[in-house]
């Protein structure tokens, strides 16, 4: 008895191996037969092509059929352009014979051009008056610009007039700068009484004194050049009012 139970368990074991073994023989054989059925499918599939290929031939045969007919047509068109090149070498005669009749024309038109001619001549002399005017025109002209190359000196004039005027204006300023330096040092001399701070106090008021100073020179050189300047100016306002009024009357 203590034999028999290994004995079972191992003809257990062998058939539930051969029934796994016995599973996956079945699993192939399910998968050939797939493989087969693939494989018939294929050959299906070629024998379609096959067929295919042989509509397309018989197409291919009867469009060649047709390309033979189309030659033929060809041909016969060839023959008639042969006929239609006939017909135009008759056109090319009677256009011939117009030619000479377009000649005959042109001869007309030769005439008329020299009368077109005569014509032109007389546009001519037109053109040579208006030349003339517009030469009194280019007179005119220039002698705006001459007006404008006045009034060109007037402006320059005046631009040089305007820097003046603020060159004097700056000057002023440093005067003015230079006494308000002047008074404050001053001011703080008087308020801080006589000690080191004296020695800022007075460089202050030295400070301000060269400014007005130096600004008072620099103004009077700068008021000679201004009335220098001015009797030119003046002189040049006049001739443009007179000018004006002379303008307005005429």
Do not use: C
């Not at 001399?189 to 007075?202: A, K, Q, Y």
């Amino acid at each position: 008895m203590p034999n028999e139970h290994p004995d079972r368990q191992s003809i257990e074991h062998l058939l539930v191996n051969l029934g796994e073994e016995e599973i996956r023989l079945m699993s192939r054989l399910v998968h050939l037969a797939e493989n087969r059925n693939e494989l018939s499918k294929r050959r299906t599939e070629a024998a379609s092509l096959r067929t295919r290929l042989a509509e397309e031939r018989t197409r291919y045969a009867r469009e060649q059929s047709k390309l033979s007919e189309k030659s033929q047509h060809l041909a016969q068109q060839r023959t008639d352009w042969s006929r239609d090149r006939t017909d135009l070498a008759e056109r090319r005669t009677q256009l011939a014979q117009q030619r000479s009749t377009l000649a005959e024309q042109r001869t007309e038109l030769s005439e008329r051009r020299t009368e077109w001619a005569d014509t032109r001549t007389r546009l001519a002399n037109d053109r040579t008056e208006l030349a003339r005017h517009r030469t009194s025109m280019s007179e005119s002209r220039t002698d705006l610009a001459r007006d404008r190359t006045q009034l060109a000196g007037s402006r320059t004039l005046l631009s040089s007039y305007r820097s003046i005027l603020a060159k004097s204006r700056t000057e002023l300023a440093f005067i003015r700068t230079g006494l308000a330096f002047v008074a404050l040092g001053l001011s703080m001399m008087r308020f801080f009484g006589m000690s080191w701070w004296t020695l800022l106090d007075g460089s202050i008021v030295a400070l301000g004194a060269v400014s007005a100073i130096g600004g008072v020179r620099s103004f009077a050189a700068t008021r000679r050049t201004e009335r220098r300047l001015a009797q030119p100016l003046n002189d040049l306002l006049t001739a443009e009012v007179l000018l004006e009024t002379s303008d307005n009357k005429g």
